[in-house]
T-cell receptor, first 113, second 113 residues
């Protein structure tokens, strides 16, 4: 069975500071990895995904994540955060042939002025 | 382009009353459909998924049920609500040709009183 662990439930950070949201997964099969973002009272939106190829993937708004197979991690980073990045971030994993996606418990990023 | 709708947006229901939440997808055919529940401060719990009309897989045995009467319609129901059914209910879809990324609806906030 697959599982996803997000190591931090809340991450407060000052505006323009760097941030890393940690995600570890466990799976016995090949996986696809995702980060989703959720703004208050809204559904989730895909932020970025790793399917294959380059282990470093980027989003259009400056986030990046690196797939580390040996450490079974997929940490999300941004070198300089904005107030508008305040949201909840979910790491997720699905196996390459299945119908289901397993989500982590989420990390609430709070960017302070 | 594809869109996903959920209604109602908010709902307050007394304990013991019935429930019906509806989700519809436009702009695609043969989607895989999902119902999730998100309790306060917790991650997403997969409740049901469907890969075709009339095909429902249940992930969590409880007093909820799901139905898919049409290709792009997914309904979540209950005959008698419990207090523990309160939460944020999200519908999502993926392409039937791949289960890579999920597209979420705006959600329904259910409060059982």
């Amino acid at each position: 069975a697959q599982s996803v662990t997000q190591l931090d439930s809340q991450v407060p950070v000052f505006e323009e500071a760097p941030v890393e949201l940690r995600c570890n997964y466990s799976s016995s099969v090949s996986v696809y990895l995702f980060w989703y973002v959720q703004y208050p009272n809204q559904g989730l939106q895909l932020l970025l995904k790793y399917l294959s190829g380059s282990t470093l993937v980027e989003s259009i708004n400056g986030f990046e994540a690196e797939f580390n197979k040996s450490q079974t991690s997929f940490h999300l980073r941004k070198p300089s955060v904005h107030i508008s990045d305040t949201a909840e971030y979910f790491c997720a994993v699905s196996d390459t042939g299945g119908f289901k996606t397993i989500f982590g418990a989420g990390t609430r990023l709070f960017v302070k002025a | 382009s594809q869109t996903i709708h959920q209604w109602p947006a908010t709902l307050v229901q007394p304990v013991g009353s019935p429930l019906s939440l509806e989700c519809t997808v436009e702009g695609t055919s043969n989607p895989n459909l999902y119902w999730y529940r998100q309790a306060a401060g917790r991650g997403l719990q997969l409740l049901f998924y469907s890969v075709g009309i009339g095909q429902i897989s249940s992930e969590v045995p409880q007093n909820l049920s799901a139905s898919r009467p049409q290709d792009r319609q997914f309904i979540l129901s209950s005959k008698k609500l419990l207090l523990s059914d309160s939460g944020f209910y999200l519908c999502a879809w993926t392409s039937g040709r791949s289960s890579y990324e999920q597209y979420f609806g705006p959600g329904t906030r259910l409060t059982v009183t």
